[in-house]
């Protein structure tokens, strides 16, 4: 069960574990966008990997799906990464009834079209993407993250799973659980992060391999991430598996 002492745009999260998170040493954060109504595939990967996640990172279309599994978790009837962090995609709202019915938290929940966040150390920017034409590429959206001083950048709408490097950010895109285009996989990804002001600095093996900072400077190593396929049975249940492993780096 899960308790959510903390709920404000765009965030329903533990507040003791929302606030852990932005200093972790080590942190896996579940990214998810683009539902668009698959609440049993939201409710079975939240539940699934509610162990190995500290927090969930929604980039859009489909929130109403993510408070939906927010509620049945509060309730009791499963368990879900602690914290929730959601941005504003086209097909959303902007505002919300209240997630919950106390009175501290009947305010209307409103979704910002972008969220920036400090995750182990790490700046992250995430938004849907449509604001920024991802259509065509993770350029423009990278430009604004990296603006903001952000490493990385989670983004969705295109139901494309892909990873970008662009500058100094590094631009994720989970797709779309069961609803992907082209050649895509329907899935989601893990994002692993280590906070690199409390590790060592990047191999020199990293250092070719990493990309370039805004100063021109190159990052170390700072996680990975885990690109997952989902999978529906014709029973109805549903399995994941890992089908691609890429390597994060972030500012020194």
Known sequence: ????????????????????????????VL????????????????AAFSEECQACLFAGDGA??????????AAGKLTIPPVIIMAQGNCD?????PVFTDSENQKPFGLPVYQQKMIAGQQILLAHGHLHHVEL????????AENLGCTI????????????????????NPGSPLRPRG?????????????????PNRTAAET??????????????????????????????????????????GHR
Request: include cysteine.
């Open 137 to 144: 590429d993770g350029r423009k959206l990278s430009m604004t």
């Open 1 to 28: 069960m899960n308790s959510f002492t903390r709920c404000e745009n765009g965030v329903i999260a533990d507040t003791a574990a929302y606030n852990r998170l932005q200093y972790a040493d080590t942190a896996s």
């Open 153 to 172: 950048a989670v983004y969705g709408h295109t139901h494309i799973q892909s990873i970008e490097g662009f500058g100094g950010v590094t631009a994720v």
């Open 208 to 249: 070719d391999a990493g990309i370039a900072g805004a100063d021109g400077t190159l990052g170390g190593k700072c996680g990975e991430l885990k690109l997952y396929t989902l999978t529906k049975k014709n029973t109805g249940a549903f399995s994941a598996a890992v089908h691609a492993v890429y390597p994060i780096y």
């Open 93 to 97: 709202c902007q505002l919300y009834p």
């Open 31 to 46: 990214l998810l966008s683009d539902t668009h109504g698959a609440v049993d595939a939201v409710r079975w990967i939240l």
């Open 64 to 73: 109403q799906d993510i408070m939906t599994v927010v509620r049945e978790a």
């Open 183 to 199: 050649k895509s996989y329907g899935g989601f990804a893990i994002l692993s992060i280590n906070n690199t002001k409390k590790t």
